[in-house]
Nanobody, 112 residues
Framework: QVQLVESGGGWVQPGGSLRLSCAASESVATMGWYRQAPGKQRESVAAITPEGSWKFSGYLEDRFIITRDNAKNTVHLQMNDLKPEDTAVYFC?????????WGQGTQVTVSS
């Protein structure tokens, strides 16, 4: 069973930045992030393969950067110019075919 440990969430004012990290307990394939805002469905944020190919949902790539360190089985999400609508619980996921593993989630709150 793959365990995912997330870190880096918190509160930030609009326009600020946060960096989320997620460490997997063993080597995995694609890693990434989803988020779920209050009263909304979970939505995809970004994903990155072991080779470094990444994909973002919508226009988030204008403000977010996803990277990974394969040696440490870790994925990072650098979030810049945060907006109140980015407020959500952010969930890390990792694919180890045929299974997908999920982290517990980390809260990101953007408010003044």
């Amino acid at each position: 069973q793959v365990q995912l440990v997330e870190s880096g969430g918190g509160w930030v004012q609009p326009g600020g930045s946060l960096r989320l990290s997620c460490a997997a307990s063993e080597s995995v394939a694609t890693m990434g992030w989803y988020r779920q805002a209050p009263g909304k469905q979970r939505e995809s944020v970004a994903a990155i393969t072991p080779e470094g190919s990444w994909k973002f949902s919508g226009y988030l790539e204008d403000r977010f950067i996803i990277t990974r360190d394969n040696a440490k089985n870790t994925v990072h999400l650098q979030m810049n110019d945060l907006k109140p609508e980015d407020t959500a619980v952010y969930f890390c996921f990792a694919i180890q075919p045929p299974k997908t593993w999920w982290g517990q989630g980390t809260q990101v709150t953007v408010s003044s």
